[in-house]
T-cell receptor, first 113, second 103 residues
Framework: NAGVTQTPKFQVLKTGQSMTLQCAQD?????MYWYRQDPGMGLRLIYY???????DKGEVPNGYNVSRLNKREFSLRLESAAPSQTSVYFC????????????FGPGTRLTVL | GIQVEQSPPDLILQEGANSTLRCNFS?????LQWFHQNPWGQLINLFY???GTKQNGRLSATTVATERYSLLYISSSQTTDSGVYFC?????FGAGTRLTVKP
């Protein structure tokens, strides 16, 4: 099992460009999450999907959109990147929303110039 | 939303020493995890511990949900324990405790 995978690992964008971060899990988990981590800080929840077909806003959703493509995949889209979105983005999954252990991917380091 | 406070913010230990990290949270939760973020940025699950006590080798954790705190104990610390320790009640992360273990 690969666990939670994320692509790309690194990305540099110019202000105003768009991009999609991909996340996939092979653990048959129902819930998936997107977080961002700014330097020296803890993680903040952007969006989550409690189950296939549902998505909800987290703590810092502005400037982002998500798609739960199927049970395995959960993507995060930046429509018009801003320097304030420079961060490390982590995807996570767990068996069911609100229960049990959350497993994290390796992260995507995004720089917006 | 729930407020999370971790202490101390920074901790420097000599190899072999013991330590206790604390996590206070503002609301009742039925879901709490401890993570270790290693120097390469990888997040590693330590414990899922909404209540009670768990042990895994040199690490143990206790959560007293009614009093809204959780503790992480590290015994006989090793240099590989260095990194940042986060508690996360119900998807809300604290700012972390940065641990440095010196040889």
């Amino acid at each position: 099992n690969a666990g939670v995978t994320q692509t790309p690992k690194f990305q540099v964008l110019k202000t105003g460009q768009s991009m999609t971060l991909q996340c996939a899990q092979d653990m048959n988990h129902n819930s998936m999450y997107w977080y961002r981590q700014d330097p020296g800080m803890g993680l903040r929840l952007i969006y989550y999907s409690a189950s296939e077909g549902t998505t909800d806003k987290g703590e810092v959703p502005n400037g982002y959109n998500v798609s739960r493509l199927n049970k395995r995949e959960f993507s995060l889209r930046l429509e018009s990147a801003a320097p304030s979105q420079t961060s490390v983005y982590f995807c996570a999954s767990r068996t069911s929303f609100g229960t049990d252990t959350q497993y994290f991917g390796p992260g995507t380091r995004l720089t917006v110039l | 939303g729930i407020q999370v406070e971790q202490s101390p913010p920074d901790l420097i230990l000599q190899e072999g020493a013991n330590s206790t990290l604390r996590c206070n949270f503002s609301d009742s939760v039925n879901n709490l995890q401890w993570f270790h973020q290693n120097p390469w940025g990888q997040l590693i699950n330590l414990f899922y511990i909404p209540s009670g006590t768990k042990q895994n080798g040199r690490l143990s954790a206790t959560t007293v949900a009614t009093e809204r705190y959780s503790l992480l104990y590290i015994s006989s610390s090793q240099t590989t324990d260095s990194g940042v320790y986060f508690c996360a009640p119900y998807m809300r992360f604290g700012a972390g405790t940065r641990l440095t273990v010196k040889p």
